[in-house]
């Protein structure tokens, strides 16, 4: 049973895409749409040896070590000119370090797959990524599971379109126009959070006022996107 999150991330992969699931761990996604007859190839790519063995052992297990290639590389150093990749995902990782492997891995991304990215932090970072390269974000999700809240993002190569203000990069294009349950909740805890830290910075009196001002045009931000027209 796939999980909601990588479900919605499945959602995005298009019908007889050529899929690199980098950081594959498992290769829980890639085995689900092969499964569904989704794709028609995939690499799932591993830089550590404990989750390349787990993405073996369930390709054995599922019988799909044909259309399923585990690799152990780093990045997108698992992906070949010959696969003829036309769809990347990464997902359950930060923000930064989704942005060093599709930097580091430019070379890969010549043909301007379709990336389908879940950074647990920093999406931010992620989508200023794409906006520097001309990637536009053409769809987003946010949503919670087992305690957590979870940002999708999915970008194809679109140049000239890929302005974001300062607002769709800190809380998404789509996102923060849509404000669901799971982003009303994600951003109210993170004003929550701020506050206590106002409070403590209030009681411990020696706090550079430019520091506290900071935080309260941050807390003043998100409120207004929570509350605001958007
Ligand atoms: N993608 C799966 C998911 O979303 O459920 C697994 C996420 S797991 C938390 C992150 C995986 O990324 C780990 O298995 C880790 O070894 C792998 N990883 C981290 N850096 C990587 C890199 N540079 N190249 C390939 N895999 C990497």
Request: aromatic letters at 6%.
């Amino acid at each position: 049973n796939l999980s909601k999150r990588l479900l919605t991330v499945a959602n995005y992969v298009p019908q007889d895409a050529s899929l690199a699931d980098i950081g594959s761990d498992h290769a829980y996604l890639p085995a689900y749409l092969a499964l569904k007859e989704q794709i028609r190839f995939a690499v799932a790519g591993e830089v550590v040896r404990g989750p390349y063995e787990n993405a073996c052992h369930e390709l054995r297990k599922e019988g799909l070590t044909d259309i399923i290639k585990a690799r152990l590389a780093n990045g997108l150093e698992a992906i070949k000119v010959t696969d003829k990749i036309d769809t990347i995902t990464i997902c359950g990782m930060g923000g930064p370090l989704i942005c060093n492997i599709l930097e580091d891995g430019r070379a890969k991304l010549v043909n301007h797959p379709r990336l389908i990215l879940q950074p647990n932090v920093g999406a931010a970072d992620v989508r200023r990524w794409l906006m520097q390269e001309e990637y536009t974000v053409v769809a987003e999700e946010i949503l919670s599971e087992d305690g957590h809240i979870y940002e999708i993002i999915v970008a194809d190569y679109i140049p000239n379109q890929a302005h974001m203000t300062d607002l769709d990069l800190e809380f998404g294009v789509y996102l923060r126009k849509e404000k669901n349950a799971a982003f009303i909740a994600k951003w109210s805890e993170e004003v929550h959070k701020m506050k206590r830290v106002i409070q403590q910075m209030d009681k411990a009196k020696v706090v550079p006022l430019e520091k506290k001002q900071l935080m309260e045009d941050n807390v003043a931000r998100i409120e207004g996107v929570l509350h605001g027209e958007s």
